[in-house]
């Protein structure tokens, strides 16, 4: 497995602000992945960041609102861009190593945009 | 379309009394199907992969069960510590994860 930190742990923003997640692994990992979590909801992928290239995005999210990026195989960053009170949500980071589909998560960031 | 249904939306338990949690989904380009438990105000912690119908795996109260369209993660005896949202997902290439709307797990004690 991996040990997988995220900053900030939770934030209240005011609408129309941006927030940038960090996200934290303690060894190289292949893949990783940025998923929303609404209000009682389950969890959503949004993209795969891809180490040296640009973000993977699902159907329904565009580069424009959530910018990521990934420098190197322990780091990436979320960016929630001109955030409204709809962007309230738990944004979760995960990773899978080496060859295997498992996928392990970090503790989430908590947003609430007012 | 990638589907995942999880059933039911909330189980409420007596300690000691035994369940199931259900899981189905679209088989099609299916990699791996993966269970995890999740508590309030954390990420999801992973708790097995099936690939395999007939496969099954366990850990601890937990025993996990693959077939051709469905899985099921059965409870033996459950704990007060064991409440907690219960998430099924399948894996397609890519190593992306589908979820289901998880189960609301609750033991009374």
């Known amino acids: 497995s991996a040990v997988i930190s995220q900053k900030p742990s939770r934030d209240i923003c005011q609408r129309g602000t941006s927030l940038t997640i960090q996200c934290q692994v303690d060894?190289?990992?292949?893949?990783m992945f940025w998923y929303r979590q609404q209000p009682g909801q389950s969890l959503t992928l949004i993209a795969t960041?891809?180490?040296?290239?640009?973000?993977?995005?699902e159907s329904g999210f565009v580069i424009d609102k959530f910018p990521i990026s990934r420098p190197n195989l322990t780091f990436s960053t979320l960016t929630v861009s001109n955030m409204s009170p709809e962007d309230s949500s738990i944004y979760l980071c995960s990773v899978s190593v080496a060859d295997t589909d498992t996928q392990y998560f970090g503790p989430g960031t908590r947003l609430t945009v007012l | 379309e990638d589907q995942v249904t999880q059933s039911p939306e909330a189980l409420r338990l007596q300690e000691g009394e035994s369940s199931s949690l259900n899981c189905s989904y679209t088989v099609s380009g299916l990699r791996g199907l993966f269970w995890y438990r999740q508590d309030p105000g954390k990420g999801p912690e992973f708790l097995f992969t099936?690939?395999?119908a007939g496969e099954e795996k366990e850990k601890e109260r937990l025993k996990a069960t693959l077939t051709k369209k469905e899985s099921f993660l059965h409870i033996t005896a459950p704990k007060p510590e064991d409440s907690a949202t219960y998430l099924c997902?399948?894996?397609?290439?890519?190593?992306?994860?589908?979820f289901g709307q998880g189960t609301i797990l609750t033991v009374h004690p």
């Open positions: 960041a891809n180490q040296g290239s640009e973000a993977t995005y």
């Open positions: 997902a399948r894996g397609t290439s890519y190593g992306k994860l589908t």
């Open positions: 060894s190289q990992v292949t893949m």
């Open positions: 099936l690939y395999s």
